[in-house]
């Protein structure tokens, strides 16, 4: 079971608003709208993604990280890296 089980469709939720904001980002574009109405938009839906990242990986961490950390040995290690490798990816993008 992963961290995020319990709030599955809390997340499920949230990805199809994201969804419909991209979709609606293509409709922009095909509309020709002005390019600073588009960057706004875009600027919107990245928040949404990025606050949705930093909630699942708050739960990995709640969950798979210490549940990992609890057992101790290289499972742990492997999940501390793993967890800081996301980390990094997240605050590249």
């Known amino acids: 079971m992963h961290g995020y089980s319990d709030t599955a469709e809390e997340h ?3 990805l199809r608003r994201i969804e419909g904001q991209i979709r609606g980002l ?3 574009v095909e509309e020709d709208k002005y ?3 588009i960057l706004t938009q875009v600027s919107a839906a990245t928040s949404a993604l990025r606050s949705f990242s930093l909630q ?3 739960q ?3 969950h798979c990280v210490a549940e990992a ?6 499972e742990a290690q492997a ?3 793993e967890a800081s490798d996301a980390i ?6």
């Open 56 to 58: 699942l990986l708050e």
């Open 26 to 28: 293509q409709r922009m």
């Open 12 to 14: 499920l939720r949230r």
């Open 79 to 81: 999940k501390v890296k």
């Open 35 to 37: 390019c600073i109405d």
């Open 69 to 74: 950390t609890a057992k101790g040995g290289p």
């Open 88 to 93: 990094a990816r997240l605050v590249r993008s």
């Open 60 to 62: 990995h961490l709640a």
